[in-house]
């Protein structure tokens, strides 16, 4: 693990001159290949790692996407994860994640002049198509029951080849939409930037406005997928807490977890 130079008479990697101006990133780890940048930020936590310590792998071999599903990381995308330590309650925690969507949708208009939206609740879409995908692992403490720390992981697909064939009628990329693969470093940077300023307000939930403002469901007739099956329901809102709220034959129902399908 390596402390970000502030000092611009030694050497710095590409990444730390772009991260410079980002005070809360404290140590940075770029690893060519690593299994999973989330286990690899856990390990570190684990071992007192301080808020701000950041991993990010030019691949991975098992990357780790949300309901246990692996997310796909060949060489070409962007493979990040961060330690937190926020003084937050669990049933907060789905804010870190939210907080993270804005900052990843705002850091790909500002780089790369596009307009991304949200698919609650952590997929990033642009013209109808995923392009990054956020996963945040808590790890409790029993005596305050409070997070020890939380991993926030982030994966963005940068190149083209970065998109399995299969996947690709659902799953877009950066450069199909001009991105130049050159500016990965500016984009981690920016996301880490605009996530830093959220961050700070993130148990005020100043940036669900924008969330919303963001939404690819709102309106949109979705299929639920619950642990008691799976059924039809219209997205009404997403509340200050992170919840979608849905309308299912005459009633409100507030969702919290799970996952949730929709055509684009």
Same mark, same amino acid.
Request: glycine share 8%; hydrophobic share 40%.
């Given at each position: ?10 050497? /710095?990697?590409?990444? /730390?001159? /772009? ?13 060519? $290949?690593? #299994? ?28 780790? =996407? ?56 952590? #997929? ?10 956020? %996963? ?18 982030? =994966? ?29 470093? $500016? ?10 300023? %959220?961050?700070?307000? %993130? ?14 469901? %709102? ?46």
């Amino acid at each position: 693990m390596e402390h970000i130079v502030k000092d611009e008479n030694k050497k /710095q990697t590409k990444l /730390q001159k /772009q991260l410079k101006d980002c005070a809360w990133i404290t140590f940075v780890s770029e690893p060519e $290949e690593t #299994d999973s940048t989330n286990r690899v930020a856990k390990q570190l936590a684990q071992e007192g790692a301080a808020e701000g310590t950041l991993v990010v792998a030019k691949r991975q071999s098992m990357g780790k =996407g949300r309901l246990g599903r692996s997310f796909f990381s060949p060489e070409g995308g962007i493979y990040m994860s961060v330690v937190l330590r926020p003084q937050i309650t669990p049933e907060k925690a789905v804010l870190i994640t939210t907080c993270a969507a804005v900052a990843v949708a705002r850091a790909i208009d500002r780089v790369c002049g596009l307009h991304a939206g949200i698919k609650w609740v952590n #997929d990033i879409f642009i013209n109808g198509k995923k392009v990054c995908g956020i %996963l945040a692992e808590a790890e409790m403490n029993p005596e305050t029951a409070m997070p020890e720390y939380v991993i926030l992981g982030i =994966g963005i697909n940068v190149k083209k080849q970065s998109v399995p064939e299969e996947l690709k009628e659902i799953a877009g990329c950066l450069e199909e939409y001009g991105m130049m693969p050159e500016k990965k470093e $500016e984009l981690i940077a920016a996301v880490w930037e605009e996530f830093g300023m %959220l961050y700070t307000d %993130l148990s005020t939930a100043v940036y669900m406005k924008e969330y919303k403002e963001r939404s690819v469901l %709102l309106g949109r007739e979705v299929t639920v997928f619950a642990a008691t099956g799976e059924y039809k329901a219209v997205v009404s809102d997403i509340d200050e807490e992170g919840h979608l709220v849905v309308e299912r034959d005459g009633s409100v129902q507030y969702i919290s977890t799970g996952e949730v399908s929709v055509r684009l």
